[in-house]
């Protein structure tokens, strides 16, 4: 049998080209324009320029612009011209700057916005830098080093009249969003309880891990690396509350010798004016990785396990009837999401979805934080709001 | 085809009999004599009077003697006689004592052991009436209302030279043993913090919840009721080890008049003088009914949800390697475990594994916390052995 | 301060007496006559002869009765009198018997039902001896041998006015219960499709294995032990409903000598009149235990995983939303309620949920699912209803 | 103070440039070039066309090409020229093809690849013309109508020494992978049997449903679309094997209107060569979507609970110990893999991991059923090679 004529017993009396034709009408037929899931026209997206290309940059936040539809990437900011350049080829990414010439910046029309991914102990002083050139910046968490960097910081943003974000990604991902539509609705009823329980095992002789035990490049311990989540993401769940007090203590292993410039665990309480607790702990200390948040209400409760990892979280939820999995279908959204949200509020010249004033509010919680386990728990009063 | 023909043809050549007898041989040949997971003959068990025929009493302590090896019923103590023979009949006890003649228990050889199931605040009287007539006791948890009532009650046992055991059954419960064994074994590395969530919502209307919030009856709130099976059962993952400090801060919602006697939720911090922290929260205002214990080592971490329920717990490990969660074959064991634990300290008149002095220490460890927390969350210095 | 002291104190007004009358009253007060969830007097009860002091006759049936509530035990029937003696002397029972003099229960008025707990290929000969003594007759699963042998003994329980079951513990286990109350009141909508696979690795070294691998013992292969739990689980879910046929292929391993007198594997297809298939699988060759059903509807699904152990069963459903995952409370109750399900239907000499005529339409299946196996999977038409 | 104090405060003595730059030779300092992570640089990939725009296309394939790194889209063709244009401005695609001028596709040498993501019926035709036009060809699953089809399918790539793959992207799955990987390392010991059901509802009103409802452009009913990934992946983890016989029997609901040219519900089973069986059930009557995998082996087993959707696989092993649930990180990775997969296959001319034999295969093996089902079930001998 010839080719024909398998397709035409295939096809039947129809001819293929009418019946595609058809078909054609059929399945594709569905409205495309304006549809908001489609990426936006290249050309139309907001540019970036990413300062930094570490590790976290390469492995995450460069990727995430595969899946941006507002946003695109135009320039690498890198003290290593190499790297820049090769990752500029595989990305179509054709302007390039070093820590030098970083200013020159002002000047590149081709750069909207400026995505800050260097050592915490660098995020003052290039943020600043990029928004006096005129550029909106996103800068990655924890926002600085000190309560004082953080309000010069967000000085410098008003001074500038350009967008600052800190980039709490977990407020784009979806399982958190989900917790958050949730709470907000009462599914939980009145909240009563949050725990928050985040950490790892820091490794000294890895890079990315290395420059976390130093103070002058990391701020703090851990913190104000990774239990910054927990507060950061519990605080999340409470909009309009405030925190009136805080306690901690520390937990550093005694002889642990990579703590010798920062802390390497931290417990944490907050009370908040609506009468209810935040506790939560923090610690460079525990394996396997760890990242959990619980919410417990009147009439429900909420675990995440994990709550705030890049790809895998998921919600569980105790209401009426037996708990309930809910994961959110495509994890990888965050990233590009986080991207995507900043472009608008760049483009609009709106505050992002988590403003420079929420860097420097969790900078003063955990000045206060520190401040109370300097003093072996005693209780910190501040009036901060969420 | 004749019954005998079936037979036959089932059977083939081999008479019945004698295969029944070469299988009689077979399957009933293993020995039995001496095997301890066989019940002891009731004549030889050690024989209990229960005190308070409430709730409780009929729904876990009771039935908790039909899978007893070495503890059997003999006697009722209750003030309601109709009630007490009733369930007498039912479970083939004919002894009954009422509370004014409570103490002519000293007169009754068939009782060795006195469970005391009545409210907290009776805890210490009838406790102290039963070691004086010469009994060994079980007190149900919490202990007592006060330090000083413990104390009274542990001299009192000293005095009369009888084992004094409060009924934490969670140290018989086989999924809470296995994270004890766990975790002694090294299996989280060193323990680095412990978190410990416990609570439900109690019920002003229902009789079970009624007298817990009257505070002459409860002896306090949550943390008396609910919470303690969060500390108590996190420190008995921590042998050896010494509470140093305890802070807490109450939660109880404003306006809420379930609770004008005692505290309806509490947070708390347990500062052990190894260098670790236990949080924990209690609450008569969580709902659906939390119980959530995680153990956070240097390699390796255990979650128990639910953790010190009757039935349903289990453990999920994380140390090397993916997840596994284990949950012990026979839930319902501690409830018999613990009756027969009791037996056999009394029988050899050596301590119960959850001896007065550990309810003792929870009273005092409680005391602590209710006075930190009378200001504010102050840290409160203890020097408390585990 | 003295024991009176303490006591005034933490009592205070209100005299400790007059204190426990009113809590007497408060927490004892609740009715108990007639309480269905209570124990029968034992007097009362249905009395039990036990045949067969195996493995699983001394590991799950005769501690099943501690949490019976119309059941006690009265006799054993062994061919091993040593053991006999102990075991009843642990739990109060005092009649013995032998396989010799077994008939004599006839004259026995302490015995109301027999449990025959003996390997299946005797289960034909006692169930019929104990029927003929005048004696309800609850028979282990499998039935029998053959069909045949299951014939005569339900035309033997009918000419003796007495009731025989077969004892298929799932239909008293409670998350089977559930799932079959659930799909019953269409929270699957239109069953679409049921699927079940058993199985574990049989052990020719353990005596409780060894038998089975024996034709004349066990009656077959690992369909009669441990498949049967999924055809007749299955089944359990579609009342009403009628087999139209069945195929099924071996898959017992090559050179396994194991196997050399019964199957060790087959998969086996059940169409039914609905429409709906019922496929599965039963092997004496997986290893870890396998028992998994799922249920398949037009609107949810449950799956049950394990489904039919004795202890660790849960539903897992699926419909309109999250999966939710159910576990009933007290896992132990299956072995004692199916006493009790028993005890009620010879008091009233009705029929038990899972009488002998269940047992023999499973014989049935079973005889023309190996007909359709030793045929290479050819389609065997039947017309059994459920 | 002034920023530049803050920043001094912060950056302590050290110049801030000179910390940048020595931080940027420790955080940048990694080696890049060769990454097999990274992606290609775009000029050096290789260059697909995508035929239909449909919603498979624009949902899942079209935003793949984001994550990949060997492949770019250049050309899309569609019958509907206003749609192709808008995704070709989004996605960088500006050469258009119609089914017209589809063999144009002949002279245009910025095409290496095409993938057919038409309805079934006219994968054969657009195959062979893509094939012919020298192009190499990834095809949607199912490959074609007929046996026949696939036979002139495969004929045609060998003819135009191109490749040609089905597009089984489960075979790129990497949670699948892992399964393939413990399986062949022996970790269930030796397979002893598979079972896999999928299904879903169809919706005759829903576009991309319609049309599998059509035997002229489905080719075939449930086992065609979904049943096919059970099969398939069932014999992913059997390389080497035969399979010698297939039975299988319709479930159709009879009077459901939707089922009127294909069936809407199908079991079967596939006995091996090496004497195992695989039984699934394939259903357009689920819901909700049902996708499950099992693989029972001697010494351990794995469940797969979804096992083949785009995004929330996950694999729970069974095998020396508890359960331990595995789930790859990135779930998203299947479909860039596979068109990364076939760009390499393509530019080395080396066959791809599913090829056109492959799917020609699983045509004989769905022929062979269907040919089962219509004579109730009776057993089709066969000779397949997995």
């Known amino acids: 049998m010839s080719r024909r004529?398998?397709?035409?017993?295939?096809?039947?009396?129809?001819?293929?080209?009418?019946?595609?034709?058809?078909?054609?009408?059929?399945?594709?037929?569905?409205?495309?324009?304006?549809?908001?899931?489609?990426?936006?026209?290249?050309?139309?997206?907001?540019?970036?320029?990413?300062?930094?290309?570490?590790?976290?940059?390469?492995?995450?936040?460069?990727?995430?612009?595969?899946?941006?539809?507002?946003?695109?990437?135009?320039?690498?900011?890198?003290?290593?011209?190499?790297?820049?350049?090769?990752?500029?080829?595989r990305y179509g990414v054709s302007r390039f700057y070093d820590y030098e010439?970083?200013?020159?910046?002002?000047?590149?029309?081709?750069?909207?916005?400026?995505?800050?991914?260097?050592?915490?102990?660098?995020?003052?002083?290039?943020?600043?830098?990029?928004?006096?050139?005129?550029?909106h910046v996103l800068c990655e968490k924890p926002m600085c080093n000190t309560v004082e960097e953080a309000e010069a910081m967000v000085a410098a943003a008003e001074a500038a009249n350009r967008q600052l974000g800190v980039a709490y990604r977990v407020h784009f991902e979806p399982n958190n969003l989900d917790a958050q539509r949730r709470i907000a609705a009462g599914e939980l009823g009145t909240?009563?309880?949050?725990?928050?329980?985040?950490?790892?095992s820091a490794d000294p002789?890895?890079?990315?891990?290395?420059?976390?035990?130093?103070?002058?490049?990391?701020?703090?311990?851990?913190?104000?690396?990774?239990?910054?989540?927990?507060?950061?993401?519990?605080?999340?769940?409470?909009p309009g509350?405030?925190?009136?007090?805080?306690?901690?203590?520390?937990?550093?292993p005694a002889g642990d010798d990579r703590f010798t410039e920062v802390e390497g665990a931290i417990e944490y309480r907050l009370r908040?004016?609506?009468?209810?607790?935040?506790?939560?702990?923090?610690?460079?200390?525990?394996?396997?990785y760890v990242s959990r948040q619980r919410y417990f209400g009147s009439t429900g409760s909420i675990?995440?396990?994990?709550?705030?990892?890049?790809?895998?979280?998921?919600?569980?939820?105790?209401?009426?009837?037996?708990p309930r999995t809910f994961r959110a279908g495509n994890p990888i959204s965050q990233f590009s999401a986080q991207l995507d949200g900043f472009s608008q509020a760049a483009r609009t010249n709106t505050p992002h979805r988590t403003p420079g004033a929420m860097g420097l509010r969790d900078m003063r919680l955990i000045e206060a934080l520190y401040a109370s386990a300097d003093q072996g728990g005693a209780v910190v009063e501040v009036d901060i709001p969420v």
């Open 5 to 89: 004529e398998v397709l035409a017993a295939g096809m039947a009396a129809a001819g293929a080209a009418s019946a595609a034709e058809a078909l054609a009408q059929q399945a594709e037929g569905q409205p495309l324009l304006g549809d908001p899931a489609l990426p936006e026209v290249p050309g139309q997206r907001m540019r970036w320029a990413i300062v930094g290309l570490g590790t976290f940059a390469v492995g995450q936040v460069i990727p995430g612009f595969a899946d941006a539809r507002h946003s695109r990437m135009t320039a690498f900011v890198s003290g290593n011209p190499e790297k820049a350049r090769d990752l500029g080829a």
């Open 101 to 135: 010439n970083f200013d020159d910046i002002a000047q590149d029309d081709e750069i909207d916005c400026v995505y800050i991914v260097l050592p915490v102990g660098l995020h003052a002083e290039y943020t600043i830098r990029a928004l006096e050139a005129g550029k």
């Open 241 to 252: 509350d405030r925190v009136v007090s805080v306690s901690g203590t520390y937990s550093t």
């Open 272 to 288: 908040m004016a609506s009468g209810i607790s935040i506790q939560g702990s923090s610690s460079y200390c525990y394996s396997p």
């Open 205 to 238: 002789n890895w890079p990315p891990h290395k420059w976390r035990l130093e103070k002058l490049l990391a701020g703090g311990g851990s913190m104000f690396d990774i239990g910054i989540y927990g507060m950061n993401t519990s605080l999340m769940m409470l």
């Open 303 to 322: 675990e995440m396990r994990p709550a705030t990892t890049y790809y895998d979280n998921s919600i569980e939820l105790e209401a009426g009837g037996a």
């Open 191 to 200: 909240m009563r309880f949050i725990s928050a329980d985040h950490g790892f």
